[in-house]
């Protein structure tokens, strides 16, 4: 990797939100029963939620 190459992918993005601690922690838990990261996790929600949506 060259000094000023990021780790991240081109297609993502750092984003910072505050979350309540007990949904913070239900969704570490879920995290660890499906052996992903916290992020990764979320993320999965989140893709869950928006393919729940008819395409336009």
Known sequence: MKKNDS???DEQTRFT???NIELLEKVK????KNK????KQIEFILEQFFASFPTE
């Open 36 to 39: 992903r990261s916290t992020t």
């Open 17 to 19: 939100m505050r979350i």
């Open 7 to 9: 780790p991240i992918k």
């Open 29 to 32: 838990a879920e995290a660890e």
